[in-house]
């Protein structure tokens, strides 16, 4: 349940905190392992994983397991930029108020701002909008830009104006 990885920077104390390693390339490849914790300072950083590693890593002494180390994707969750190009994550039901615990939809109906470049339109995929932070429009499968590639759901009912709240079948588990 420890592993020591050489993540070529310094770390802070449990920056890893209920994210993810997962083995790459060598001996014991393709799991994908729980952090409990993790120490500070710069290589070797040691992770304390929540369930044993399930097939034993080479260590140094060879041509060591090559890991991917990343932190929860729901910590330091930010609002959607107009025109995003990163995953969207769900829908807060109401107002946050920065550095605040929150509870974000992930599936169902929810309630999601439109944006104003391409009105969501009932029975059509819901993206993440290109023009309006934290709202969502129709998808335009002619467009280049990286939000036509983050669909949310599917829209179930809308209106005509901007900035009013449509209803989307949140479908991001």
């Known amino acids: 349940t420890e592993l020591s990885v050489a993540l070529g920077g310094a770390a802070v104390v449990n920056a890893f905190e209920d994210g993810y390693v997962v083995t790459v390339d060598g001996t014991g490849q393709g799991q994908l392992l729980n952090i409990n914790s993790n120490t500070a300072g710069t290589d070797p950083v040691i992770l304390q994983l929540i369930n044993p590693i399930r097939v034993t890593l080479a260590s140094a002494g060879g041509t060591p397991t090559k890991v991917s180390v990343f932190g929860n994707q729901y910590a330091d969750v930010v609002k959607s930029a107009a025109a995003p190009s990163s995953g969207i994550l769900g829908v807060a039901p109401i107002g946050i108020t920065a ?21 969501p339109v009932a029975g059509f995929v819901a993206v993440a909008s290109e023009g309006t932070a934290g709202a969502c429009e129709k998808i335009d499968p002619d467009a280049a830009a990286a939000a036509e590639t983050l669909a949310i759901g599917h829209c179930l009912s809308s209106t005509a104006t901007s900035a009013d709240h449509c209803v989307v079948m949140l479908n991001l588990e």
């Open 99 to 119: 550095d605040y615990y929150f509870w974000l939809q992930t599936s169902g109906p929810a309630a999601v701002v439109q944006g104003s470049s391409a009105a």
